[in-house]
């Protein structure tokens, strides 16, 4: 099974601040295989990133994912006040899928 | 617009079973994989369960192997997943979630609460 550990665990920013979030695989993940979601509390997962840099349907541009092999990366460009919340990276390898921990974005 | 809507969540004893439900509209549920994920309370997200389009192809979280299955009907464009010898660590909000491109889940309900507990 693939391991995604994911830093920091909580990020404290202000808005209009740039959020670099990392995601690193116990080995290599395809990067057509590797996702990025969004939640908020109380509210179930969105998707923001697939394939590792695709943005999903309505997904403003100031996300966008990169990276390969072991190290993914989802940044924000601008944070604005509606997108402090939890992301979670998540792989699709050998029929199993894992997520990882998660990180924290707080305002600051 | 798409929609999931799970329900069949509720207070069930150590042991116990339960059969959980999503009604999928909005989209052409038969020509999806469709998934269960679900997350403990306070915790992060967990896969459990997928299914292929024609219920032909299934893949389990290792620790629910043999306690759940999950199954499908395309004429009532229904996802279940039925959860046997239920434990303690299985208490969770569980989501009905559509795979999509790349192993993605693209679409999620608001999920149903199940708690193991005696």
């Known amino acids: 099974e693939i391991v995604l550990t994911q830093s920091p665990g909580t990020l404290s920013l202000s808005p209009g601040e740039r959020a670099t979030l990392s995601c690193r695989a116990s080995?290599?993940?395809?990067?057509?295989?590797l996702a990025w979601y969004q939640q908020k509390p109380g509210q179930a997962p969105r998707l923001l990133i697939y394939?590792?840099?695709s943005r999903a349907t309505g997904i403003p541009d100031r996300f966008s994912g990169s990276g390969s092999g072991t190290d993914f990366t989802l940044t924000i460009s601008r944070l604005e006040p509606e997108d402090f919340a939890v992301y979670y990276c998540?792989?699709?390898?050998?029929?199993?899928?894992?997520f990882g921990q998660g990180t924290k974005v707080e305002i600051k | 617009e798409v929609q999931l809507v799970e329900s069949g969540g509720g207070l069930v004893q150590p042991g116990g079973s339960l059969r959980l439900s999503c009604a999928a509209s909005?989209?052409?549920?038969?020509?999806?994989?469709m998934s269960w994920v679900r997350q403990a309370p306070g915790k992060g997200l967990e896969w459990v369960a997928n299914?292929?389009?024609?219920?032909?192809?299934?893949s389990y979280l290792d620790s629910v192997k043999g306690r759940f299955t999950i199954s499908r009907d395309n004429a009532k464009n229904s996802l279940y997943l039925q959860m046997s010898s239920l434990r303690a660590e299985d208490t969770a909000l569980y989501y009905c979630?559509?795979?999509?491109?790349?192993?993605?889940?693209?679409?999620w309900g608001q999920g149903t609460l199940v708690t193991v507990s005696s």
């Open positions: 909005g989209f052409s549920f038969s020509t999806y994989w």
């Open positions: 998540q792989q699709y390898g050998s029929s199993s899928w894992t």
């Open positions: 979630a559509r795979s999509n491109k790349g192993g993605s889940f693209d679409y």
């Open positions: 299914l292929r389009q024609d219920g032909s192809e299934k």
């Open positions: 080995q290599s993940v395809s990067s057509s295989y």
């Open positions: 394939g590792a840099s």
